[in-house]
């Protein structure tokens, strides 16, 4: 079954004029397709899920249907008063009402409407489009703190868990094939250097969780910048796009993920390692976008851990792109062997810069709060 035959298991009108690989992503397989009737055509997102990642993609779904229905409910409820028109994709269903299609080999398929007229970039593009993003992530914070994040699955169990992405990683480090790698390459002794000297940094975000410090909420999950859809004609943000990780854990894992992703302008694909730095200017935009709506919402405990979270997330995902090259790139996608090695030191790079400018941020963070 080729992914022509897929798109046609979907609940759509027309005829099946296109259909081909499109964004980035480093987990599921995405296609844009397109439908044509006599008088107009229907664009979608159709996905394959990745199955060794996402082991039960059927909550995958449920939870995404969940979190949409909520959220769409309450943006028609709020339309009258929006600054714009907000908007999230929704589930096509399958010819047979079902929320997904199973192939022959057993792949789950997905259909979701696509936000049109709107941008999604790779980097971020100026202050402007910062202080966007972080407006979309506390808006949809907003939306959806009012949903029990107990109704939903944990369809990724570990995730963001910085403690057990460790374990891990010490799991890799012990097989041959990865003492291998080591004896062989200056740069990995490096970056295991890296990881032995912030182990203690591991456990920051868990351990004020197991106090009950922060709380569980429902999280985003991937907030990065390539996820933020932006309105080709006002620049505005309008959506929120990528549910596949929408599940309970800390807003802190979406605070931190956010920034570090969105405060280095070169982006996570780098060739060149000098272009990685943390910019405190994007950042203190970001920030300033998100308040407006997080400011609801967060706690007086959940502000104590943000700077935190920033430098957790950025050594957390080096952490896992490093694991993965030594593991044999089973995880992320890779267009060649060395591609999670160089994912690592982008994010160990901006790791450092995030501590060289540890006080400016801590500064931006409380003036915005202000
Ligand atoms: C993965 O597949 P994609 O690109 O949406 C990963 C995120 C990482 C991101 C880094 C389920 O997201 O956690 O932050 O790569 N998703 C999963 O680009 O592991
Ligand atoms: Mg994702």
């Known amino acids: ?175 041959p094939a990865a003492g291998r790698i080591l004896n062989s390459s200056l740069e990995s002794r490096r970056l295991a250097r890296f990881v032995q000297q912030r182990q203690g940094l591991a456990h920051r975000l868990e351990q004020a969780r197991e106090k009950g410090v922060l709380k569980t909420r429902l999280i985003h999950g991937d907030p990065k910048v390539t996820n933020i859809m932006i309105d080709e004609f006002t620049g505005k943000g309008t959506s929120i796009i990528d549910l596949d990780t929408v599940k309970p854990g800390l807003i802190h894992y979406d605070f931190g993920d956010a920034l570090r992703s969105t405060c280095n302008p070169a982006g996570e694909e780098v060739e060149n390692l000098n272009e990685v730095y943390f910019d405190a200017d994007l950042c203190e935009s970001y920030v300033k976008g998100y308040m407006t709506h997080a400011r609801f919402f967060l706690t007086e405990a959940d502000r104590a851990f943000l700077y935190d979270s920033i430098r957790l997330l950025a050594f957390e995902l080096g952490l896992r792109f490093f694991q993965d090259y030594l593991a044999g790139n089973v995880y992320f996608k890779v267009r060649y062997p060395e591609q999670n090695l160089m994912r690592a030191r982008v994010q160990f790079k901006l790791c450092e810069s995030i501590e060289a400018r540890e006080r400016q941020i801590r500064n931006v963070l409380e003036e915005a709060w202000r």
């Not at 005829?15 to 296609?31: A, F, I, Q």
């Not at 589930?91 to 409407?113: H, V």
């Not at 202050?127 to 944990?154: K, Y």
């Open 1 to 175: 079954m080729n992914v022509s035959d897929v798109a046609n298991q979907f609940s759509v009108a027309g005829k099946l004029v296109m259909v081909k690989p499109t964004g980035t992503g480093n987990v599921n397989d995405t296609y844009l397709a397109i439908f044509r009737t006599t008088f107009s055509e229907e664009r979608f997102i159709l996905q394959r899920i990745n199955r060794r990642v996402f082991q039960r993609p059927e909550w995958v779904m449920l939870n995404i249907r969940i979190v949409t229905e909520h959220v769409h409910n309450r943006l028609e409820a709020e339309r009258d008063a929006a600054d714009r028109i907000w908007q999230l994709p929704r589930i096509i269903e399958a010819k047979d009402g079902r929320d997904f299609f199973i192939d022959e080999q057993g792949d789950f398929w997905r259909a979701m409407t696509l936000i049109a007229s709107a941008t999604a970039h790779e980097t971020t593009q100026s202050a402007e489009h910062a202080f966007e993003c972080g407006t979309v992530l506390g808006h949809f914070h907003n939306l959806i703190s009012d949903l029990d994040p107990n109704r939903l699955h944990d369809t990724l169990p570990g995730f963001h868990q910085t403690p057990g992405y460790l374990a891990r990683y010490h799991e890799t480090l012990a097989t």
